[in-house]
Every structure is written in structure tokens, then in C-alpha cells.
């Protein structure tokens, strides 16, 4: 899937994480932001890299705000901003789900 | 309604009494009407018929955040206002924004996202969201090898491109290896930025060491120096220039090996003269600054060349005494687009400011 705009998912808020997408020339990089980035940075990091990887993304920046999301709010947010970003929300992504 | 996010109509007077008196509980003062016309959309929370939080966007900045914690978790309604605020600018298809906040805010800010550009004692500057600045730095056109070459940058509205502005940049470009000019983005001048942009090209097309780069938001931008833009108090332009001043200072000229700005003497544009010697307090030593006279105009009577004085000209459209204002290159493109220029100053674009 290819990166097309810039797009963002979720917010700021407590228990929740804000994922903002846009284009890279190759490779996914992550710049993630979060109060327990020491305990679950590379936790976090990993799940979003393989949902952008499992929704076939391979090139891709990231700008992610953690507010102590779990791993499954990770992921639906990875999903939903890059969905967003690649203009195919009128195509849910099932099977990555 | 309790805790829930409302919109906020500020043409409501009653509406905008609260909003005010809330914001001055917290210590926000300034509520001149050329900043609240600013204003884009304002949002709320209410709780008990009491406002207890509030934030407003102007543009691609955020203003007017004020949040009571009283007896909710420090930081969460803070964290709802500027998220909400983000995510509609983000709907908008917005996805770079700005704050300037006290400086005891900022780390609020960074803590959700924002990163800080440059401070002052009181102020700082912030941004969030994508392109960033390192995406604008790395944007800018470099040569081989400039961390060992001499790099002078100049900032420029060029409204439009005068031979004062030529005389600067040429001075500039026989003293170092290599001259970036930063013409100024923010699009609220008689020229558009397009048109002054490729003024400044066509000017200096013949000086093979001179890069014209946009400024983007950094440079004596609407966001960083809206008094550039807007008649203002001093004391407001010190706050603004001392930022925008810092930002070239930290962040541009470091990554671009720049180690001197030129600056042009300005006698007659108060606000010019005053971010002039703001830049002259602020970039030394780290940068240098070097500032050039005014180059005497060809006619007697007129000592300085201004793009005021031009602007002047195409309002009469007494095309031929502009000539000895500018080069070849401005003079045809004013001469092909006068009615165009005209049109616009009749339209009511002020041409007496920057």
C-alpha cells in the first residue's frame, strides 16, 4: 500500500495514542514520543511497524504521541492512519484485523 | 454539556465575556481586537454552566489555551483541548501547527507531541505535525563540502525585488563562497510570494553563488512575526523578533553553516529597524552580523531606494521614474502586470507597510 498524504489517527488523550503518517522516500521510520517509551518503546515500535508491514506499507514516516496505549489501540490506530493516508478508508483493511 | 467539548462563538457577547473573564483568571491579557479577529474557531468545556477550559486556532496557530485543573487529573483536560484542536486542524488537511506559549508551558506542549524550536526568558516557540523544520532543512539546496565554505544568509520580503535589495545581495556574494536568500513565504504582500520569489531568481540569476530559498514558516512568517505584517506595540515586536531572531540563530544557521546575515539599514520602517537591531542583540557571536548602507539611488533627490517608494510608482504608474529603483528583470515584470498590480492596490492591499 502506498503512503499518499499525510493522515493522523487518534488523540492525545490518556490511554490512547496519536498516529500521524506521511511519505518516505523508503523504509518505515518511527519518531515516537511516550512516558514509557524506556518500559514499551520498542514494544510500541514493533507493533506498529508490523501492522504497516502486514498491510503491505514500506515506506512510511511516523510520528507517534503515546498516551499509554495498549497494544490493540496501537494497532487500530496504525491501521485507521494508514488507511487515511493511502486514501482507501472505503476499503477496510479486514484481514489485517 | 458537562465536560463535553462545545464550540465556543465568539461573536456571542455574552459568550465571549466569559471567555475572556476565564482567560484573565489565568492570566492571558491580551485581547486586542486585531488578535481575537485572528481567531479561527474557538472550543470549550463547561462544567457546572462554568467554563473550566478553552482554545482557539488562527491560521496554523494555536491560541488562547487556558485549562483549570481544579479537581480533575492535572493535564487531562489540557491534553483534551489540544487534541481536539489538533485533530480538526488535522481534518482540515492542516498537518503542521504553532504555539507560542510562557515559557513554563512549554513542556506541557512536548509532552504531547510538540517540539520546541527555540525560547526566549519569557516565550517560547513550538511546533508539531508534518513537514517539521528538519524536513524543511532538509529541503534547502547545500553544496559540496559548505561546513568548510563561507555561507552568508539574507532574509528578504523583496515586495518587490528593488536594486537596493541587488546591492545587498551582491555585497554578499563578493564577500562569501555561497549566499542563501530566504525570501519571506507568508503571502500578504502587493506581490505574491510566487511573483517575489521569482523577482528575486530573476534579479540574481547572474550570481552564480546565490541560492533563493522560501523561508517557509521560519523567517519572518505570519506565525513567528505577525507584527512584520500587522501595525503592533513595540514591546510585541521585541517579544517576536527576539524568537524569529533565535530560531535563525539555533536552529537554520547551524544546520546550513551559515555564519553571517546581512541586513539592510532601515531608515524609514520602524518595525524593520527594531527587528534589525533585535537581530543585532541576539546573533552575535554565533552569527555574525553585518549590515549594509543603503546604496544611493541614481537620482539626486531621492537618497535611499525603497520598495515602498516603488510600490508608490505602480500605484501612479509612473513607470519610468521606477526604473532607477529596479533591475531590468522587476521593471518588465511590473510593466507587464501593472493593470494586474493596480487592481490589487484599488482592492485595498495596503502598500505603505513591508
Redesign the interface.
Known amino acids: 500500500m502506498e503512503i499518499k498524504e499525510?493522515?493522523?489517527a487518534g488523540?492525545?488523550?490518556?490511554s490512547d495514542i496519536?498516529i500521524?503518517i506521511?511519505k518516505a522516500a523508503d523504509g518505515i521510520q518511527i519518531d515516537l514520543?511516550s512516558?514509557v517509551e524506556k518500559q514499551f518503546g520498542d514494544q510500541i515500535r514493533s507493533v506498529i511497524t508490523t501492522t504497516l508491514n502486514e498491510m503491505g506499507v514500506t515506506a512510511a514516516?511516523v510520528?507517534a504521541?503515546d498516551?499509554g496505549a495498549l497494544d490493540c489501540v496501537i494497532k487500530a490506530r496504525a491501521i485507521a492512519a494508514v488507511q487515511r493516508a493511502s486514501q482507501t478508508t472505503d476499503q477496510p483493511a479486514w484481514e489485517v484485523l | 454539556m458537562d465536560n463535553q467539548i462545545v464550540d465556543l462563538y465568539l461573536k456571542d457577547a455574552a459568550t465571549k465575556h466569559d471567555w475572556q473573564a476565564f482567560l484573565e483568571s489565568l492570566g492571558i491579557n491580551n485581547f486586542a481586537e486585531r488578535e481575537v479577529d485572528q481567531i479561527d474557531f474557538t472550543i470549550g468545556i463547561y462544567q457546572a454552566g462554568e467554563l473550566v477550559a478553552t482554545g482557539s486556532v488562527a491560521g496554523n496557530v494555536l491560541k488562547y489555551i487556558g485549562v483549570c485543573n481544579k479537581g480533575v487529573t492535572s493535564g487531562a483536560r489540557f491534553n483534551t483541548i489540544v487534541s481536539e484542536l489538533v485533530n480538526r486542524m488535522f481534518a482540515k488537511g492542516v498537518y503542521h501547527l504553532f504555539v507560542f506559549t510562557k515559557l513554563k508551558y512549554s513542556e506541557s506542549f512536548q509532552h504531547i507531541g510538540f517540539s520546541e524550536l527555540t525560547h526566549s526568558d519569557e516565550a517560547a516557540f513550538l511546533e508539531t505535525g508534518s513537514p517539521d523544520v528538519h524536513d524543511f532543512l532538509a529541503d534547502v539546496p547545500t553544496v559540496s563540502d559548505q561546513a568548510h565554505k563561507k555561507v552568508a544568509g539574507i532574509v528578504m520580503n523583496a515586495n518587490p525585488f528593488t536594486l537596493g535589495h541587488r546591492y545587498l545581495v551582491e555585497q554578499a556574494a563578493t564577500e562569501n563562497d555561497l549566499v542563501y536568500v530566504f525570501v519571506v513565504n507568508t503571502d500578504l504582500s502587493l506581490f505574491s510570494t510566487a511573483e517575489r520569489e521569482q523577482l528575486v531568481r530573476a534579479g540574481t540569476s547572474d550570481l552564480s553563488n546565490v541560492i533563493v530559498v522560501n523561508g517557509g514558516d521560519y523567517m519572518v512568517s505570519y506565525a513567528t512575526f505577525p507584527a512584520y505584517f500587522l501595525p503592533s506595540k513595540d514591546q510585541a515586536i521585541t517579544y517576536q523578533t527576539t524568537l524569529d531572531a533565535r530560531i535563525f540563530r539555533d536552529v537554520i544557521a547551524p544546520a546550513l553553516h551559515v555564519t553571517t546575515r546581512y541586513l539592510g539599514t532601515e531608515p524609514t520602517s520602524r518595525t524593520t529597524s527594531q527587528y534589525n537591531q533585535v537581530l543585532n542583540q541576539e546573533l552575535p557571536p554565533r552569527v555574525a552580523v553585518k549590515v549594509v548602507d543603503r546604496q544611493v539611488a541614481a537620482l539626486s533627490d531621492q537618497p535611499v531606494i525603497t520598495a515602498t517608494e516603488v510600490r508608490q510608482f505602480i500605484k501612479n504608474g509612473s513607470l519610468q521614474d521606477l526604473k532607477a529603483y529596479v533591475p531590468d528583470t522587476t521593471a518588465q515584470f511590473i510593466q507587464n502586470h501593472l493593470v494586474t498590480l493596480q487592481t490589487r492596490i484599488q482592492k485595498g492591499m495596503n502598500i505603505d507597510g513591508n
Open positions: 499525510t493522515a493522523v488523540t492525545l488523550e490518556s496519536q500521524m506521511s514520543q512516558d514516516k510520528k504521541v498516551k
